[in-house]
């Protein structure tokens, strides 16, 4: 059963259900054996079979405050699938929990949970069997890796580089602008955070513009990192600093390394 808004071309797999008061808007594809919740919006957007979008939800919404359809919203990589086009594209096996809200022109691989009231801005990329917890925002132009863990009410900034095998704890905030520039003629240039792959940042750390995590690097919970750390140390305090190196034992195992990156 579809829901009864419909403005577009809708196709629906095998085996769906279809909740109360569902919107369809431009080309809307949903694999089989999937579950769509009551009050969602869907606009262009390609879902994998066995996926769940729960309660309202609104999978896309246009980058254009108050606006929710675009026209000439650029497209993401349709990943060889047939006409039409698509501006979002939803793996396999996803669980989008209630009320979240994911923009346009974003990709989200197979196996990814995207957790309640979280919200994903444009021109981002989630890969395969990655979390993002309830209340937490990424913003524009991120890239989130394979296998990675973001916790609850974290504040990913835009232009932030998360590669494969990261976890960030609860309440982690990143930030991309050294200066204050809101409303003062002062230089601004956005500079996002690079993570390394396997680095882990405690909860309620502070990650400032433009520095880089070392791969499998742990930040303490609380710590504000002003400048790059290396790999496998641990730091902690305000501002970060060294305090041991990481014990071999907790070393990335080769055979992760191969599968997600160097």
Known sequence: ????????????????????????????????????GNNVF?????????????????IGYSTITGHYY????????????????YHIIIGKNILVRTGVTIYLDVNIGDNCWIN??????????????????SNTICENNVSIGKRCAIHNNSMIC???LIESFV?????????NNSPIGHLRDVPSTIKGAKLRLGCA??????????VEIGHEAIIAAGAVVTKDIPPRIIVAGNPAKKIRDVDPKSFI???FRELYGT
Not at 42 to 58: A, F, M, P
Not at 167 to 175: A, K, L, M, Q, Y
Request: glycine share 12%; with cysteine.
């Open 1 to 36: 059963m579809i829901g009864k808004n419909t403005d577009g071309n809708a196709v629906v797999g095998e085996n769906c259900h279809i909740g109360k008061n569902v919107n369809f808007v431009g080309n809307v594809r949903i694999g089989n054996n999937c579950k769509i």
């Open 42 to 58: 869907l606009k262009s957007v390609s879902i994998g079979d066995n996926s769940i979008i729960q309660d309202n939800s609104v």
């Open 70 to 85: 675009d026209q000439n919203q650029s497209e993401v990589n349709r990943n060889n699938l047939d006409e039409p086009e």
């Open 116 to 133: 309640h009231n979280a919200i994903i801005r444009e021109k981002v990329t989630i890969l395969e069997d990655t979390t993002i917890g």
């Open 158 to 160: 835009a232009e932030t």
């Open 167 to 175: 976890f960030i704890g609860p309440g982690v905030s990143f930030t």
């Open 201 to 210: 940042i405690g909860g309620g750390s502070t990650i400032c513009p433009g």
């Open 253 to 255: 195992k080769e055979d």
